[in-house]
């Protein structure tokens, strides 16, 4: 089924809620990680990570081809222009996000394994074989710098995201909201 102005289609609503639930959860989880030092949660925050990764990019893929869903009424032209801007930078963002984070895992050397599934192993440094030892500094620091700077920017939009779809729900009174709850 496609996207229509009355009804959001159920792929589109699925794909919305499952990506918007999990990167909520693992920014907080991230931020959470690192300002604690949290160790215990880096291996379930990647593997979460890179299997939403997957649901990601069905969910670009589906936006391509859908395009955008048309605007439930008739905004003023700098809120459509306002509301584009912050759905590209999510859309965006949640690619740039788990791909920033593989990245840091690979060329830091780290490995990836998905609940316990190894996609690839750590790179053992052959001086002192227990150590790892970074694959390519430079991914694993333009992934590090990336990962830490599109969250916080992501997170802004997500304010800005959810007072819009309010104000949309409650000042305007439309069926924004209610048409992403698959409600027509
Ligand atoms: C949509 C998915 C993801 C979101 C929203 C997310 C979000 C975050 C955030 C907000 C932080 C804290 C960054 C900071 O405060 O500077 C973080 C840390 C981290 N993330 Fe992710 N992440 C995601 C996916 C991934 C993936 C796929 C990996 C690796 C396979 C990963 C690896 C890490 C690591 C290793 C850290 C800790 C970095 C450190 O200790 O310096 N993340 N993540
Ligand atoms: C509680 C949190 C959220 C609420 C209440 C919410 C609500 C909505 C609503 C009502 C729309 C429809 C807008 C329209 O018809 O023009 C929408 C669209 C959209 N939302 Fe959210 N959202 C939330 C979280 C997120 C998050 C965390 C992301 C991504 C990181 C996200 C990404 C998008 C995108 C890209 C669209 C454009 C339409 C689409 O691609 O499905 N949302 N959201």
């Known amino acids: 089924m496609n996207d229509t102005k009355q009804k ?36 379930l925050h990647k593997s979460i990570g890179a299997l939403i990764f997957l649901v990601i990019i069905a969910r670009v893929v589906w936006r391509i081809k859908q395009g955008w869903p048309e605007p439930a009424s008739d905004y003023k032209k700098i809120e459509h222009l306002m509301s584009k801007v912050v759905h590209y930078v999510l859309l965006i963002g949640s690619v740039v996000i788990p791909m920033s984070g593989l990245m840091m895992s690979w060329g830091g050397g780290h490995e990836l394994a998905v609940f316990g599934l190894e996609v690839w192993g750590p790179n053992h440094d052959p001086a ?11 991914i694993g620091g333009l992934g590090h710098q990336l990962h830490g700077l599109i969250s916080n920017i992501v997170i802004a939009a997500i304010v ?6 309010l104000k949309h729900h409650i000042v ?11 409600k027509s």
């Open 128 to 138: 002192s074989p227990e150590e790892t030892m970074a694959r390519s500094e430079a």
């Open 172 to 182: 305007d009174k439309d069926a924004t909201l209610k048409r992403m709850l698959g």
């Open 8 to 43: 959001l289609s159920p792929t589109s609503i699925f794909l919305h809620w499952i990506v918007a639930v999990t990167i909520i959860g693992l920014l907080a989880l991230g931020i959470y990680m690192e300002e604690n030092e949290a160790y215990q949660f880096y291996d």
């Open 160 to 165: 800005l995201h959810i007072v819009g779809a």
